[in-house]
């Protein structure tokens, strides 16, 4: 008995029941749909999309301002008219008084331990073995107060028209992490749009995030373009002026079919290209690429 299964874009197609499980592209709209009796594509959002006609088009350039403390994008269309502000602040007077906090504090301990050896103990071989605790101690005490003080860096979006009252934000959800890092994205409401996830180790070989759906659930990936590329910027040859950049291709979490590219463009100034035309259904919320190719910037440190 045949499987009639139904895009979401409409596209109906009639397959045999030994087809069944298997992949396949809709020849009208290009998004990936396993064959099943319900017809439903793979791995569906569980995030509606904006319906600002900003997030509606499938290219945008990202322009990077530079002589800034705090990371700045301007987003721009095709025709060059900017359409957002992106900022993901630096906090640098609270971060430096973080750490001015964590070197008082740690020269505070050194001294409360090396006076308590020095009441306790009376022989000059304790003493020395004060000292030899009083250090890590006192760098203990650094690090810790450093990490309360510190502030999280995260990613806010703004209108043109109002740069004060975000509209979506990438929120660093630790301040660290080891070895999984994750980002949750929220609109203004506060309502979940999706989670950023990578992990320090894999990223050893070849840089790799994965997006996951409201509930959680794999809604796409992106990774290095190449592994060859990505092991020789990383070990042997670095940037190499600026000719081996960090490209990044957006897929399905199958790894099986090509939704997007984000591309950082050979100019002075850092102009990076993200390009979801191979999404014709607009499986990726805009939203959310948006805020990926942001991280891949300035989470990336590239």
Avoid at 253 to 282: C, Q
Wanted: aromatic share 12%; charged share 25%.
């Amino acid at each position: 008995m045949p499987i009639h299964v139904r895009c979401a874009c409409g596209a109906e197609y009639p397959f045999r029941d030994d087809m069944r499980g298997k992949l396949f592209k809709c020849q009208k709209c290009g998004a990936p749909i396993r064959v099943e009796s319900t017809g439903a594509p793979v791995a569906p959002s569980a995030t509606a999309p904006s319906q600002d006609p900003i997030f509606q088009k499938d290219k945008y350039l990202l322009r990077q301002k530079h002589f800034a403390i705090s990371d700045k994008y301007g987003v721009f269309d095709e025709q060059g008219q900017e359409l957002l502000f992106i900022q993901r602040p630096a906090h640098l007077l609270r971060n430096l008084f973080a750490v001015f906090a964590a070197f008082i504090m740690a020269g505070i301990s050194f001294l409360v331990v090396m006076t308590f050896g020095g009441w306790a103990f009376k022989t000059h071989t304790a003493q020395g073995l004060t000292v030899l605790l009083a250090a890590p101690v006192a760098l203990m005490t650094m690090g810790v107060t450093w990490f309360l003080l510190m502030r999280r860096r995260n990613v806010h979006f703004y209108h043109l028209s109002n740069r004060r009252a975000p509209i979506l934000i990438v929120f660093q959800e630790n301040k660290l992490e080891f070895p999984t890092l994750t980002y949750t994205m929220r609109d203004q409401g506060g309502k979940v749009l999706a989670y950023f996830r990578k992990n320090a180790l894999t990223d050893l070989i070849r840089r790799r995030w994965t997006c996951m759906d409201a509930a959680e659930k794999p809604w796409f990936e992106v990774r290095e373009d190449s592994i060859l590329l990505s092991l020789l910027r990383r070990y042997l040859l670095g940037t190499f002026f600026g000719l081996l950049r960090t490209n990044f291709v957006f897929t399905d979490p199958t790894g099986e079919y090509e939704l997007g590219v984000f591309n950082r463009k050979f100019t002075i100034l850092d102009r990076y290209v993200l390009d979801l035309s191979p999404d014709a259904s607009k499986r990726v919320d805009r939203r959310v690429g948006l805020a990926m190719g942001v991280l891949l910037d300035t989470a990336e440190r590239r």
